[in-house]
């Protein structure tokens, strides 16, 4: 399962919008900048927000490639747009 570590006014939203619109369960941590739990710094010493684990084996700390990841093991989705489709760029 997927979990995102979110504070609020994060680009965290993102990933949290996506996993909403395609039904993809998850569950959410704090992402403290300032009082970092020890979780949150075993899984990201950048104490960076967003950060996520899907099944504690995939660690991540980018918004985008969280969703591109998110997309391409939960899907397919329509929300996705293909190099192929106008508007890609």
């Known amino acids: 399962m997927l979990k995102i570590y979110h504070?609020?006014?994060s680009r965290s939203l993102r990933v949290l919008w996506l996993c909403e619109e395609m039904g993809v369960p998850y569950e959410t941590a704090e992402g403290s900048f300032?009082?970092?739990s020890d979780e949150f710094?075993?899984?990201?010493?950048?104490r960076t927000v967003p950060a996520m684990t899907d099944d504690g084996d995939v660690r991540?700390?980018?918004s985008v490639a969280m969703m591109i990841y998110i997309m391409n093991k939960y899907g397919p989705t329509d929300l996705e747009v293909k190099p192929n489709e106008p508007g890609y760029a």
């Open 7 to 9: 504070a609020q006014g």
């Open 34 to 36: 300032f009082k970092p």
């Open 41 to 46: 710094k075993a899984v990201n010493p950048l």
């Open 60 to 62: 991540m700390i980018e």
